[in-house]
Nanobody
Framework: QVQLVESGGGLVQAGGSLRLSCVTSGFTFSSYAINWYRQSPQKERELVAAIASFGDNTIYADSVKGRFTISRDNAKSTAYLQMDNLKPEDTAVYYC??????RGQGTQVTVSS
């Protein structure tokens, strides 16, 4: 059974940091790229960051470049999103997604000004 479980969200003040985790099981993690998306009621779903299967290639949305870092540990079947210098506009539900495999339930990130 495929599972993707995000954690690490919460309430933080602007300028603060959070580290999201996506623990997975049920598929060959190292064979897939991992995507982090975010969704808020006011905005369309946005691809925040993505990382290739062996971590040798990453992409970021312009809105988070220089502040967010995506990484993965294939031995632990886990992906991470380090978020620094958070801004109120980063407030959203963040979820990890693996194409053609599945998506987690998401974790809420709220940044206060």
């Amino acid at each position: 059974q495929v599972q993707l479980v995000e954690s690490g969200g919460g309430l933080v003040q602007a300028g603060g940091s959070l580290r999201l985790s996506c623990v997975t099981s049920g598929f060959t993690f190292s064979s897939y790229a991992i995507n982090w998306y975010r969704q808020s009621p006011q905005k369309e779903r946005e691809l925040v960051a993505a990382i290739a299967s062996f971590g040798d290639n990453t992409i970021y949305a312009d809105s988070v470049k220089g502040r967010f870092t995506i990484s993965r540990d294939n031995a632990k079947s886990t992906a991470y999103l380090q978020m620094d210098n958070l801004k109120p506009e980063d407030t959203a539900v963040y979820y990890c997604d693996v194409a053609r495999v599945g998506r987690g339930q998401g974790t809420q990130v709220t940044v206060s000004s």
